[in-house]
């Protein structure tokens, strides 16, 4: 079993920025950021594969989100700048075992969460 632990979730006001964390128990092949608002799908935001040879980033958050990973510690970090009141949500780190899978959303082990709080 992988372990993880996500830390850097706050409250910012729109156009700051926040930086998430994850650190992991074990090496994984592809990391990954989800999100969930209240009453919405839990949905992908950003995922990386072990190389960081592929990233994965949704439409609305390119330009604006940036991860990266960094092996030797096996902890991913989500860089998120320019934050708008809809990023608000919680914060899911999450593994995945292959690049198909880290595309389509099967995501094996998960974080407890961190909340992202963006005020207008």
């Known amino acids: 079993q992988v372990h993880l632990v996500e830390s850097g979730g706050g409250l910012v006001q729109a156009g700051g920025s926040l930086r998430l964390s994850c650190a992991a128990s074990n090496d994984v092949y592809a990391m990954g950021w989800f999100r969930q608002a209240p009453g919405k799908e839990r949905e992908l935001v950003v995922a990386i594969d072990y190389n960081g040879d592929y990233t994965f980033y949704r439409d609305s958050v390119k330009g604006r989100f940036a991860i990266s990973r960094y092996n030797a510690n096996r902890t991913v970090l989500l860089q998120m700048n320019t934050l708008k009141p809809e990023d608000t949500a919680v914060y899911y780190c999450?593994?995945?075992?292959?690049?198909?899978?880290?595309?389509?959303?099967?995501?094996?082990?998960w974080g407890q969460g961190t909340q992202v709080t963006v005020s207008s």
């Open positions: 999450a593994t995945s075992n292959q690049r198909a899978t880290m595309l389509n959303g099967e995501y094996t082990y």
